[in-house]
Structure formats: structure tokens, C-alpha cells
């Protein structure tokens, strides 16, 4: 049917997505990795996503997470912390992430229709020494969560608008 759409109308209709596909960042708060996480995946998923996090638990954002994506061009400063338990439906989401073993640990069983996946990332927020280090803590994960998110995203559709790496 596809082909036949292509040779009537010379629309390529192959590979299109709509915009269904959700994916949602658990991490033990909330506060650094998962809410880094969904300001990443918001700034290159491009129109095919919808991108959400939530922790084990709820905790206050953290600030330095935010100052750090924002030198990054990346906005994030409402966001407001969710517990997985406050999301209703984990089915309706394509992916999960467990985002460090605490969250890999307490996630919900999912759908069978949804893939799961455990990413082992340190958490910066709890990385202790002076400003220079920490910075470079903040850009390690940032650059790890950059890369593992564009990995998913092509693996799921294909395409990502591009951030660079760093610190900055």
C-alpha cells in the first residue's frame, strides 16, 4: 500500500511517525538526571516525541542542573518533579528509562508493548568538590545522556536535531 501511495501521489509514506511515541526518564528524584534527561530529549527528539520524566521519589530541582542546561541553551527551569507513582498508564509510553539503579530497581512493570531500558549514569548532583569538577561532572553526564538519547531517538525514528558537546 505503501508503494502504491508513493507511485499515485509521490508522497513517501515509508517511514512516517506520528507523533504517539512517548518516552519517560525515571531517576531516583526528579531533580538532575531524569529532568536533565527530558530537557535533552525535548531540545533534539524533533515533532515525533513526547518526552516526560519522573522520579522514584519528588525533590526540588536541582540548581545547577538547570544553570547547566541553560548554558546549554536547554530551558528547564519550570520544570515541577512527578513520582512515578503520580503517572497513570505506564503503558501508554513506548519506552522507559531507568535512569541509575535506584530507578531500574523500583520501576513499575511495564506493557509488553514497551521497551525497557536501564541506563547506569552517575548522578552530579551528589559529586563533591570545588566548582570547576563539579561543572565538569554536569558535563560528563550531560555529554552521556546526549548520547545515549540520540541513539535512541535514531533507533526509533532516525533523525535528531543536533546539540553539541562539552563543557561550557
Not at 27 to 40: F, P, T
Not at 46 to 57: K, P, T
Request: proline share 2%; aromatic share 8%.
Amino acid at each position: 500500500c505503501e508503494e502504491v501511495r508513493y507511485i499515485a501521489t509521490g508522497e513517501d509514506v515509508r517511514h512516517s511517525l506520528s507523533k504517539d511515541v512517548r518516552v519517560l526518564f525515571v531517576s531516583s528524584a526528579d531533580s538532575c538526571r531524569s529532568m536533565m534527561a527530558e530537557g535533552i530529549a525535548k531540545a533534539i527528539g524533533g515533532d515525533h516525541f513526547d518526552f516526560f520524566s519522573a522520579g522514584v521519589d519528588a525533590a526540588a530541582p536541582d540548581q545547577r542542573a538547570v544553570d547547566f542546561l541553560s548554558r546549554k541553551g536547554i530551558d528547564i527551569s519550570d520544570h515541577k518533579a512527578t513520582t512515578v507513582s503520580e503517572i497513570e498508564g505506564l503503558g501508554r509510553f513506548k519506552v522507559l528509562v531507568a535512569i541509575g539503579p535506584e530507578a531500574a530497581g523500583a520501576l513499575p512493570r511495564a506493557g509488553y508493548r514497551t521497551i525497557v531500558q536501564e541506563w547506569d549514569v552517575a548522578d552530579p548532583s551528589r559529586f563533591e568538590g570545588d566548582e570547576e569538577a563539579r561543572t565538569h561532572e554536569y558535563s560528563v553526564v550531560f555529554d552521556e545522556l546526549l548520547e545515549r538519547i540520540t541513539t535512541l531517538i535514531r533507533n526509533l525514528h532516525g533523525t535528531t536535531t543536533s546539540l553539541e558537546k562539552g563543557d561550557q
